[in-house]
């Protein structure tokens, strides 16, 4: 008999979780034509790591997403989007998270860290929403909400691309023996 995911915003034990890409992804929310439109999209994540430490503030997470992988469903957009005016996947293949603390607030877990996407490193918090405890593993999903891709000197598309953008994380991360 398989024991049911217990879902929760508690941590999962401590120890190190290997992020599994393949059952992993990031999922972009942001306006486009001057603010009228959604675009939903999402990209793959290639590797990363959960650490869960006994002391929590000790607790690192890294991610590393591939930003070739952006796909909307409109073959035009995902071409422009990766093209050198907005990602320029060829010079930046790569988006990385990696935290630097951990704490708690309230129902939440906070997780602040930098996001580095087109060579430039910008501070920003994830909340994490849910930790779904799914023996031998976990499945974390998280937000980082109103990321400015100016911050990233990312300014091509000014009008037809929103400034602001949401991510949302489903990871899935097995424990590593």
Request: aromatic letters at 6%; zero cysteines.
């Given at each position: 008999m398989t024991a049911e995911p217990i879902t929760s915003t508690a941590l999962p034990a401590?120890?190190?979780?290997?992020?599994?890409?393949?059952?992993?992804?990031?999922?972009?929310?942001?306006?486009?034509?001057?603010?009228?439109?959604v675009v939903h999209a999402t990209f793959g994540i290639t590797s990363g790591?959960?650490?869960?430490?006994?002391?929590?503030?000790?607790?690192?997470v890294t991610v590393?997403?591939?930003?070739?992988?952006?796909?909307?469903?409109?073959?035009?957009?995902?071409?422009?989007?990766?093209?050198?005016?907005?990602?320029?996947?060829?010079s930046f293949p790569d988006i990385t998270f990696a935290s630097d603390s951990l704490r708690r607030d309230g129902d939440h877990w906070l997780l602040s860290?930098?996001?580095?996407?087109?060579?430039?490193?910008?501070?920003?918090?994830?909340?994490?929403e849910r930790v779904v405890h799914e023996p031998p593993g976990i499945r974390v999903l998280a937000r980082a909400r109103h990321l400015d891709r100016y911050a990233f000197g990312v300014t091509g598309s000014k009008g037809w691309v929103g400034r602001h953008l949401d991510i949302d994380l489903d990871v899935s991360a097995a424990l590593d023996d």
């Open positions: 401590a120890g190190r979780y290997r992020i599994r890409p393949e059952r992993s992804k990031v999922t972009y929310t942001g306006r486009h034509m001057f603010g009228l439109g790591e959960i650490h869960v430490a006994d002391s929590t503030t000790a607790s690192r590393l997403i591939d930003a070739g992988s952006f796909s909307s469903g409109n073959a035009k957009r995902d071409t422009d989007i990766r093209s050198a005016p907005l990602l320029n996947t060829d860290g930098t996001v580095t996407a087109h060579g430039v490193t910008v501070p920003t918090e994830v909340t994490f």
